[in-house]
């Protein structure tokens, strides 16, 4: 009898967890994506800023 409550507890557990493992890995995502999205946009940014150089300097 003490065994199948060990295991229901344990399983309790791993139910109890397994929300909190689902938002870390999300969270975790959505941090990358959100840094890989402003290393993008920074990166447009500068080539347009050259673009922008470029163009001002074929007119000058």
Excluded: C, D, H
């Amino acid at each position: 009898m003490q065994t199948i409550n060990a295991n229901t507890q344990m399983l309790q557990k791993a139910w109890a967890t397994l929300p909190l493992t689902k938002i870390k890995e999300r969270a975790f995502q959505g941090a990358f994506f959100s840094v890989a999205l402003i290393a993008m946009a920074g990166w447009v940014y500068f080539i347009m800023l050259l673009l922008v150089k470029l163009i001002l300097w074929f007119l000058s």
